[in-house]
């Protein structure tokens, strides 16, 4: 398994291009800010996904990139008049020693796809071939391209990118319609005795004291339910033999991210579940435009795990979606039998992987067989059994002094 590491950008400003055949033109900026209205504008009325979005690109940029000093590349696409029609927020890495263009924090997105208007992207449609050149043209130091997490439809309509997909990812995401009526909806979802077993289950939580669901009263609030997060996924995970995906630039970022003000078009919403003065379950996603995101979530390691936490903040976070008249609720990337239960629209996931240069198709030819193993992984129910089990086992035991769950 690799790793990419940050590459520190020599990029001072704004590099223009030659006009493109299509009357377009391409440049690259440094910064998210410089560009802040008129993206905003942009994904008022295009083709945006909340990973791309302003405010996540500008709050990664600062929470991440400028610790780091990752080489950020922001494409933007203007036409003659100079009226932006397209936001590449990418990012160079080191892999293997080559320099790989990749969509900026791919380690936390669900979906990579570039804000566009529907003019540009009805142009890349019909002419992706184009774009992938003009972005070659563009962009220098490159040996590589990996965009990952490209949705082969976006709000029912196909990719404009998909002609330039290479690869099928391992991991679908899975969403499902809201509705005003969330007691409806339950019903039309899950089984009457499904319902029951749920009510049971929260009955006997309620043993360990009142439960209490909400979002964060305020800022230091918030602060604190995801520091608790990562504190349960760190655990489950190490029980399960994983490594912790969540490193300390991550976990930055999403509490830079909870911060944002409360005019921000996308929010963080870290819902959680405490039984009596105790937390137990965190459920934190976005809200852009009318979309529930689902990003992290995970439970306390202590006996109260037993009467599945879990399963009641997420009925309980679907709830409150229906009453904020929120459209969709989307799980996000990877299978889980709990997903399915509620899921009623699987949107497949694809990468782009492209040598330009000699250490380009070494990188190519190292990447491409471990997505292949990985996507076999994930679709067969065997196999990915197989893996979980064998990572369990060679977890490490739990210390003694450690409460039992």
């Not at 909806?185 to 309620?206: A, E, G, I, M, P």
Request: aromatic residues 10%; proline residues 5%; charged residues 25%.
């Amino acid at each position: 398994m690799f790793e990419f590491a940050p590459i520190r950008s020599e990029t001072t400003g704004a590099q223009n291009a030659a006009d493109t055949m299509h009357g377009l033109k391409v440049a690259v900026c440094a910064r998210a800010k410089d560009l802040e209205a008129e993206w905003l504008e942009l994904q008022e009325t295009g083709w945006v996904t909340p990973y791309q979005s302003f405010d996540w690109v500008n709050t990664w940029q600062t929470a991440v990139s400028d610790l780091t000093g990752e080489d950020v590349r922001i494409v933007t696409i203007r036409d003659d008049a100079g009226q932006l029609h397209g936001i590449f927020p990418l990012v160079v890495e080191l892999a293997w020693g080559t320099r790989v263009l990749r969509w900026l924090a791919s380690s936390q997105i669900n979906y990579g796809m570039p804000v566009m208007s529907d003019a540009f992207a009805n142009k890349v449609a019909e002419d992706a071939e184009w774009l992938f050149a003009e972005l070659l043209n563009t962009l220098d130091g490159v040996d590589a391209i990996h965009l990952d997490k490209q949705p082969a439809t976006w709000r029912g309509t196909p990719n404009p990118l998909a002609d330039l997909f290479t690869d099928t990812g391992a991991n679908s995401t899975y969403l499902f319609d809201l509705e005003p009526d969330y007691d409806e909806l339950y019903r039309h979802k899950r089984s009457k005795s499904t319902r029951r077993n749920n009510k049971r289950r929260d009955v006997k939580l309620q043993k360990f004291g009142d439960l209490e669901f909400r979002l964060p009263a305020d800022r230091e609030e918030a602060l604190r339910v995801i520091k608790t997060l990562f504190s349960f996924v760190e655990t489950r995970l190490s029980e399960k033999g994983i490594k912790d995906p969540y490193g300390p630039m991550s976990k930055t970022f999403y509490l830079a991210l909870s911060q944002l003000p409360e005019t921000a078009q996308l929010q963080l919403s870290p819902y959680f579940l405490t039984v009596g003065d105790e937390v137990v379950s965190v459920m934190m996603g976005s809200e852009f435009q009318g979309v529930f995101s689902g990003l992290v979530c995970s439970i306390t390691d202590g006996p109260q795990k037993e009467f599945s936490p879990g399963d009641a903040a997420l009925r309980r976070t679907i709830e409150a979606c229906c009453k904020k008249g929120l459209a969709k609720f989307d799980f996000s990337a990877g299978h889980s039998d709990y997903k399915m239960h509620w899921a009623e629209e699987v949107i497949p996931l694809h990468d782009t992987l492209h040598a330009i240069s000699g250490g380009g198709y070494k990188y190519v030819a190292i990447a491409r067989p471990g997505l292949s193993t990985k996507r076999l992984i994930k679709r067969s129910d065997w196999l990915w059994r197989t893996i979980k089990q064998a990572r369990k086992l060679g977890a490490p035991a739990k210390s003694p002094s450690k409460k039992a769950g």
